[in-house]
């Protein structure tokens, strides 16, 4: 299966809104190969908003779904965290730009700049390659 480079996709999704419409188009077009060459399906790349059952999720995002950004979370207090982190660098096939945001999540641990919103996108993130792995086996 082809891997996603987040950084390069995320590039890609950008120019979704270049003046140029034949950059549009070839940018759309790129992404709609990529993603059907991965195997993954918009469901497999989206989070569903939170509280939301990924499996059962089926709506759209709106503008309404709300984006909680809690406190910051106290320094070294977030053990699960911390393995959840480790297990998921332990993936040998995590890109080098996923290695680096979980390292420097542990960073932010460290220095208790870690949020509840980053803890919640580590744990989606867990289940999502959770569930690739169990489609790969």
Avoid: C
Wanted: hydrophobic share 35%.
């Amino acid at each position: 299966m082809p891997h996603l480079d987040r950084d390069s996709f995320i590039a890609l999704l950008g120019r979704l809104g270049d003046p140029d419409e034949a950059e549009v188009l070839a940018s759309a077009r790129e992404i709609d190969r990529r993603v059907r060459e991965s195997g993954l399906s918009w469901n497999d790349l989206l989070v569903p908003p939170q509280g939301a059952v990924d499996e059962d999720y089926h709506g759209a995002f709106t503008d309404d779904d709300p984006l909680e950004v809690g406190p910051v979370r106290r320094p070294g207090g977030y053990p699960d965290d911390l393995t959840l982190i480790e297990e998921l660098l332990s993936h040998d096939t995590l890109s080098p730009g996923a290695r680096q945001e979980l390292l420097d999540f542990k960073s932010d641990i460290a220095e208790g700049e870690f949020t509840d919103m980053d803890s919640k996108y580590l744990r989606d993130l867990h289940a999502r390659l959770s569930r690739q792995a169990r489609r790969s086996a």
